[in-house]
């Protein structure tokens, strides 16, 4: 019972501080509670983006479902992370001990320099995203921006919620329920690689969708375990 209180502690924190923090979008704060709370508060989904190499997501979902409901939900994210591996231009890890799914697109892909409107090229691989996130429904998506360290915080911050914008509102015009989905910008405050070089500065230029367990598959899992 305290494992469960300090997870869930954990968890409406880490929503706090995506409502309240540097460049959270007015999506994130009308969409939030849809989406967001029901991973947070049905698995105790702790720093849903974390800081350093940007894989800090959710200590809790593993803690909680373990066992054959954790092996449950695993295997439908196995099945979904081998789907999003074909669409090109997206980088796929499994996170979470295997209960959550991260997918990163670089914005050179995505987004023209110092533009928030999706290129030509990437609609097609959004448009691939897209029928996954819909052949499969019982999931959460957090859409998150950022860029590298070039410009000020005035830049950045509104820039990196735009493009995570972008990729909210063009899924939704393909039928992803804006209900499933969260997006925020987090301008230069999350770099993955060294912001001194070129190669980092790309790097850090990205869009990160995270995709989770919603209450739903969470009680499918525990009931099939039964």
């Not at 533009?115 to 959460?140: G, H, I």
């Amino acid at each position: 019972m305290k494992q469960f209180s300090k997870l869930l502690t954990i968890g409406l924190l880490g929503l706090s501080l995506i409502f309240s923090g540097c460049g959270a979008s007015r999506t994130v704060k009308g969409g939030g509670i849809g989406a967001g709370a029901g991973a947070a508060l049905g698995a105790g989904v702790g720093a849903i983006a974390g800081g350093g190499k940007g894989a800090a997501i959710g200590a809790g979902i593993g803690a909680i479902l373990g066992g054959t409901a954790g092996a449950i939900i695993g295997n439908k994210m196995d099945k979904q992370a081998a789907e999003l591996e074909q669409i090109e231009g997206a980088q796929v890890e499994k996170v979470n001990e295997g209960q959550a799914i991260k997918v990163t697109f670089e914005s050179g892909i995505l987004f023209a320099t110092n533009s928030s409107t999706l290129n030509t090229a990437s609609r097609s691989s959004l448009d691939k995203f897209a029928t996954s996130l819909l052949n499969n429904p019982d999931t959460d998506v957090n859409i998150y921006g950022h860029t590298d360290s070039t410009g000020s915080d005035a830049i950045n911050n509104p820039l990196s919620q735009r493009r995570a914008e972008s990729v909210y509102n063009y899924l939704m015009t393909k039928g992803v329920s804006g209900n499933r989905m969260t997006s925020a910008g987090f301008g230069s405050t999350q770099p993955v690689a060294d912001n001194s070089t070129v190669a980092g500065r790309a790097e850090n230029r990205r869009v990160e969708v995270f995709i989770l367990p919603n209450a739903k598959m969470i009680q499918d899992a525990k009931e099939q375990a039964k």
